[in-house]
């Protein structure tokens, strides 16, 4: 386990932050480390309901080996694979002989690093107080008593205000530390809606057979369900020997439940309404196609303002099940770019949640207004990197400027239009070279906002931007745009 982690370009002494502040998931080695378990350790997975049992070994390089030989760095994998079933959480479902499972020991682990002597920063302490909050969260969960919060009060336990790729990495694996997890998932649906935090998945073998036809009964299920669903989905990242390692990817980029209207509800009416309560739902609310629905998860189609004149015109004495046509329903945590189709085709799409129940609408609209404000910071980071580039190019010196940007001559530098956004920094940052410009301009706050720029930058070209900082930066980046047109010539 790492026992110092770099903060400000400084290494920070061993201490809590250099465990829960990391945001990575716990190995079984950790547990070697800390002597909380030895290689060698025979571990058993008794399934609750047939009561068999699936036996493996600890091994030195800290995998799970089964009894056909298998190895697995994750815990749940080997469980899915001793049963050839699943999904199982490996943590709580492997024990030793004694019964003690591994997550008792990931646990201690936990604690143990949030007991050491802090440093006094305010990171130490802040990932203490979030120790804290996870491992109540945890015995809530349960005890049935999910606690829920909207997203952003749950990013606000680590700090942050939105949803990039590192930041929602770092989530996921300290709440999959804890055993927790969020249904709906945290990464696929907007800042101000609800989560709950739930723990691990039970083991499933005999529900999945006899519930396979219900409804989901309980959010557990739903998560489980849920979980499930990702782990099958699509094989999971290989170790080097070949065997697959399911640690749950946290979920990345656009997804139907990022959209405001995704999971706000939706009007419907029964199979066995009138025209005219249909009609009166759809004036009162503006829309162009209504839901109909004889329950939550029992979807009969949709009828717009097409189908219903269609209907009348063909019969003025039609029944209102003449105007009902196929409407198309995705989940919640598909990915955004994957739906289109079907929204070209139906033109709305009726959204699931995590226990499957209709919670929302997207149309061609939302869709559109979603890409609109992604492209705009896109639009302007181009405009900067050409104004950046003029303003070089027309008062530097070539020579001086690659002298600086490729001082070994490696990149083979000819030209300005080679130029990338860091050698910009890399030459204004320069004070021969900024005083070359001759602007009346101090230079480390105009660095520094290129610097501010440069992260913005990387976070959208990288689509780690799921909750659009680019949206606070446009004023930035227009202003830095207005500025380098001003001075820039």
């Known amino acids: 386990m790492t026992d110092s982690t770099m903060v400000d370009g400084a290494e920070e002494p061993p201490g809590r932050a250099s465990y829960l502040i990391e945001g990575r998931r716990v190995r079984v080695s950790d547990l070697?480390?800390?002597?909380?378990?030895?290689?060698?350790?025979?571990?058993?997975?008794?399934?609750?309901?047939?009561?068999?049992?699936?036996?493996?070994?600890?091994?030195?390089?800290?995998?799970?080996?089964?009894?056909?030989?298998?190895?697995?760095?994750?815990?749940?994998?080997?469980?899915a694979a001793a049963s050839g079933r699943g999904p199982f959480d490996g943590?709580?479902?492997?024990?030793?002989?004694?019964?003690?499972?591994?997550?008792v020991l990931r646990q201690k682990l936990l604690d143990t690093v949030a007991e050491q002597p802090s440093s006094g920063g305010l990171a130490a302490e802040g990932s203490a107080t979030r120790h804290t909050r996870l491992k109540d969260a945890r015995k809530q969960a349960d005890a049935g008593n999910l606690i829920a919060l909207t997203v952003r009060d749950l990013?606000?336990?680590?700090?942050?205000?939105?949803?990039?790729?590192?930041?929602?990495?770092?989530?996921?694996?300290?709440?999959?530390?804890h055993g927790l997890s969020t249904v709906p998932d945290f990464a696929a649906v907007g800042l101000d809606d609800w989560v709950a935090l739930t723990g691990p998945s039970v083991?499933?073998?005999?529900?999945?057979?006899?519930?396979?036809?219900?409804?989901?009964?309980?959010?557990?299920?739903?998560?489980?369900?849920?979980?499930?669903?990702?782990?099958?989905?699509?094989?999971?990242?290989?170790?080097?020997?070949?065997?697959?390692?399911?640690?749950?990817?946290?979920?990345?980029?656009?997804?139907?439940?990022?959209?405001?209207?995704?999971?706000?509800?939706?009007?419907?009416?029964?199979?066995?309404?009138?025209?005219?309560?249909?009609?009166?739902?759809?004036?009162?609310?503006?829309?162009?196609?209504?839901?109909?629905?004889?329950g939550p998860r029992?979807?009969?189609?949709?009828?717009?303002?097409?189908?219903?004149?269609?209907?009348?015109?063909?019969?003025?004495?039609?029944?209102f099940s003449r105007a009902i046509v196929r409407a198309h329903a995705v989940s919640y945590a598909e990915q955004l770019i994957d739906v289109l189709p079907y929204l070209e085709q139906f033109g709305f799409l009726l959204v699931k949640d995590q226990t499957?129940?209709?919670?929302?609408?997207?149309?061609?609209?939302?869709?559109?207004?979603?890409?609109?404000?992604?492209?705009?910071?896109?639009?302007l980071i181009g405009d900067l990197d050409r104004q950046l580039r003029r303003v070089i190019s027309k008062g530097l010196d070539l020579a001086e400027v690659i002298a600086l940007c490729d001082p070994k001559g490696l990149r083979k530098?000819?030209?300005?239009?080679?130029?990338?956004?860091?050698?910009?920094?890399?030459?204004?940052?320069?004070?021969?070279?900024?005083?070359?410009?001759?602007?009346?301009?101090?230079?480390?706050?105009?660095?520094?906002?290129l610097n501010v720029l440069r992260e913005v930058r990387n976070e959208l070209m990288h689509f780690n931007d799921k909750d659009k900082a680019g949206d606070a930066a446009i004023p930035m980046l227009r202003n830095m745009i207005e500025l380098l047109r001003e001075y820039g010539g």
């Open 356 to 379: 499957n129940r209709i919670a929302g609408i997207i149309t061609v609209a939302d869709v559109a207004a979603e890409y609109g404000t992604t492209a705009r910071p896109f639009l």
């Open 91 to 103: 943590w709580t479902a492997w024990a030793l002989d004694d019964g003690t499972p591994l997550d």
């Open 203 to 294: 083991d499933t073998e005999d529900e999945q057979e006899t519930t396979a036809e219900q409804e989901p009964a309980t959010e557990q299920r739903a998560a489980t369900e849920q979980k499930e669903t990702r782990m099958t989905g699509a094989p999971g990242p290989t170790t080097s020997d070949g065997e697959e390692d399911d640690e749950d990817e946290p979920i990345q980029g656009q997804t139907v439940g990022n959209l405001p209207s995704a999971l706000r509800g939706v009007e419907s009416v029964t199979s066995s309404a009138s025209f005219e309560e249909a009609f009166t739902t759809m004036r009162l609310n503006e829309y162009s196609q209504l839901p109909v629905l004889n």
């Open 298 to 319: 029992n979807l009969q189609g949709a009828v717009t303002w097409k189908s219903i004149a269609l209907a009348r015109h063909t019969d003025a004495e039609a029944p």
């Open 32 to 79: 070697f480390d800390a002597g909380l378990l030895a290689p060698g350790t025979q571990l058993v997975f008794r399934r609750r309901r047939s009561g068999m049992a699936h036996t493996a070994r600890v091994t030195g390089d800290g995998r799970i080996e089964l009894s056909d030989g298998r190895r697995f760095r994750s815990p749940s994998a080997a469980a």
């Open 413 to 449: 530098l000819t030209s300005f239009d080679q130029l990338s956004y860091g050698d910009y920094q890399q030459v204004l940052s320069n004070q021969r070279q900024w005083d070359r410009l001759g602007w009346p301009l101090d230079r480390k706050p105009f660095t520094d906002r």
């Open 155 to 177: 990013l606000d336990w680590w700090g942050l205000s939105r949803r990039g790729y590192l930041a929602t990495a770092q989530v996921a694996a300290e709440l999959a530390n």
